[in-house]
């Protein structure tokens, strides 16, 4: 039992970033700080994107934001644990489109744009990102 929890606690800490090798690309954006406003960023703007903002209805955008915050960091390499939902269960009922995928990285771009992080750097972001459209998009 104290091995399988050892590995268990292990696996937990990598998936968390805090053993990974490189989190360089989390601090090319700027930390725990400089994701906390990319993330705000983006949601703000989401909200009040044309495209896309029906989507949103009824959403806490401070939820939002925070789980949008923890899950960069995390996957950038950062000391953070994204602990929400699966990509597939919290965007299931959405009925997303490639248009509505594409504006939201739109928006994103806009957030990191506004915080003067280079593009070679947020197109490391986009990379980890976009195959998520694969249970993200399902209409
Ligand atoms: C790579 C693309 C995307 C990523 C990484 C992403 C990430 C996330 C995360 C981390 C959550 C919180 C899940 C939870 O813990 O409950 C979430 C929820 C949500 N996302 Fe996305 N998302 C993406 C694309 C989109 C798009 C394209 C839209 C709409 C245009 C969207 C709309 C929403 C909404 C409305 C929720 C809240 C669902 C609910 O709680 O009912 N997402 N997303």
Redesign the pocket.
Known sequence: MLLRSGVLASALLVAGGVFAADDSLYRALGGTEGLTRIASGLVDR?YA?E??KL??????PK??KE??R???CQLSGGPCV??????K???A??A?TKA??????ED?QASMDEQGVPFSVQNRLLAL??P??RD??TK
Do not use: C, P, W
């Not at 989507?55 to 806490?60: A, L, Q, R, S, W």
């Not at 994204?82 to 990509?87: A, L, Q, S």
């Not at 509505?100 to 990285?105: E, H, I, K, Q, R």
């Open positions: 989401a994107d495209r896309i989507k949103f209805d009824g959403v806490n939820f939002l789980q949008l923890n899950q960069f994204y602990d929400g939902e699966t990509m269960n919290s965007h009922h959405l997303l509505d995928f594409n504006a939201l990285v994103l990102l976009a998520m459209h993200v998009i």
